[in-house]
């Protein structure tokens, strides 16, 4: 099949009418997925309490105090609320495959991977992670005296966004061995939410070989850590090339280009599991 081509202009459009498509399926089960989105806020919170309760009972941990934490831990809110309101279907991409129903994308005029990106938007999920991420950083930026420069400003937005690619890169990853194994959720925990969870405390509090494996093999120190010695300049800042602090939108970018060839590889060699009812 001979695709069309579309301009940017023109994707943007066939994006908004995805999204609209997709928030008035979850409006048609409001209260459902209000507490779905209460439920994930929910549980998130109670994570951070627990946090909040454990490190309450020390000034300092490793030279890091309370708001310092939570602070390094709003960035891993905001940007993953960022990456499944833009990146659900790579998420749930392995879901698609084992249903059968990434074959209505190949019947399509228009890029797979575009209509994966655009098919799901995870409402609930952005609201949950959202608004914990939200009252961490209202509660912490100030008490931690960021001055919001222009310059501060714009390398904030950079490394949100960056580091809602860099998650759905990882993503990605384990989405693409869906392709060879259709069932990929173990692989998914282990690549990204333990890893994440990790993530949650500064890199420092871990040994060498951690800090390695969250820095060259699954880099989420780029998606808070190091986002977040950017701003407030710590001592063990010189512990890393200071060059860290900087990269979070180039490992983004080189993420997603070498897990983009992966997935092309797969898609070439995709078979059908023909799953998907009607």
């Known amino acids: 099949m001979t695709l069309k081509r579309y301009s940017l202009l023109d994707l943007t459009k066939i994006f908004i009418q995805y999204s609209k498509l997709n928030l008035k399926s979850m409006l048609e089960y409001k209260l459902d997925r209000s507490l779905l989105a209460f439920a994930i806020f929910c549980r998130e919170m109670v994570a951070v309490v627990v946090i909040i309760l454990i490190l309450s009972r020390f000034l300092h941990i490793r030279g890091w105090d309370l708001n310092e934490m939570l602070f390094l831990y709003s960035f891993l809110f905001l940007s993953y609320s960022l990456f499944v309101f833009l990146f659900s279907g790579i998420r749930d991409f392995d879901q698609m495959v084992y249903s059968g129903g990434l074959d209505r994308f190949l019947t399509r005029p228009i890029g797979?991977?575009?209509?994966?990106?655009?098919?799901?938007?995870?409402?609930?999920?952005?609201?949950?992670?959202?608004?914990?991420?939200?009252?961490?950083?209202?509660?912490?930026?100030?008490?931690?005296?960021?001055?919001?420069?222009f310059q501060n400003v714009v390398y904030y937005i950079i490394a949100l966004v960056s580091g809602s690619l860099i998650q759905a890169a990882l993503f990605m990853f384990s989405a693409c061995a869906s392709f060879w194994a259709?069932?990929?959720?173990?692989?998914?925990?282990?690549?990204?939410?333990?890893?994440?969870?990790?993530?949650?405390?500064?890199?420092?509090?871990?040994?060498?070989?951690?800090?390695?494996?969250?820095?060259?093999?699954?880099?989420?120190?780029?998606?808070?850590?190091?986002?977040?010695?950017?701003?407030?300049?710590?001592?063990e800042s010189a512990m890393f090339w200071e060059g860290y602090i900087y990269l979070t939108p180039v490992v983004a970018i080189v993420l997603l280009a070498a897990v983009y060839q992966l997935w092309r590889f797969g898609m070439r060699n995709y078979s059908s599991t023909g799953n998907e009812a009607g």
Request: net charge positive; proline share 5%.
């Open 112 to 149: 797979i991977m575009f209509q994966i990106v655009a098919s799901r938007v995870d409402y609930p999920a952005t609201l949950g992670h959202g608004l914990v991420g939200v009252i961490l950083f209202l509660k912490t930026s100030a008490a931690v005296g960021i001055e919001w420069t």
């Open 182 to 235: 259709f069932k990929t959720e173990n692989l998914r925990n282990l690549v990204f939410f333990n890893a994440r969870r990790i993530a949650g405390y500064p890199i420092t509090f871990y040994p060498a070989m951690i800090q390695k494996l969250l820095i060259f093999i699954v880099p989420f120190t780029f998606v808070n850590y190091f986002p977040t010695l950017f701003f407030l300049r710590k001592e």
